[in-house]
């Protein structure tokens, strides 16, 4: 089973960021996106990758006994950019910008550990909050001056989901495979 945990979006959100997205299909064209469909909008906390049932039970375990340690959080819609560069541009993206930032960081920081611990994929790059809009076939982005800004959306996250992945021909499909409440709540 292929997991990752990730902070979902409230569905009226989702609907904000793809209305927007698709504001910006025309001054893409030349990049050949592939476009984040809406139910598929959300933040990645931790990939863990292809995980066997035992290994997955264990991990449900441990993100449960995790959870409680961090407060809900409130997210905050920022500016368009891509990722990894400018001169490189494979990621369209919104950054986020979310509080309270240090149980976060630990959040983040356990999950990196359990991932190790049950011998999953772990990650070593600093963590970065990005809304993934498009990956770009082609190294081109238009001026981002000339483009409409990201709408301004704070919310509130009470929740994280550990999702499964199943690649598709027409791109991921995810489902929530189990969610996990944040402060106890």
Known sequence: MRLFASLPFP???QRQIADYS???VPAFGRAHPSWVPQENLHLTLHFFGELEAGTTAKLQTLLAESAPLCPPLQLATGKLSVLPSLRAPRV????IEIQPVEPLAELIGRMRDIAAQIGAETDTRPWKAHLTLARLKIFWIPEFSSLAAPPKLTFVVDS???MQSKLDRSGAVYSCFRRYPLAGK
Do not use: D, G, Q
């Open 92 to 95: 369209l993206y919104i950054s």
């Open 11 to 13: 569905a009226h959100v």
């Open 22 to 24: 698709h504001s910006l």
């Open 160 to 162: 994280f989901e550990l």
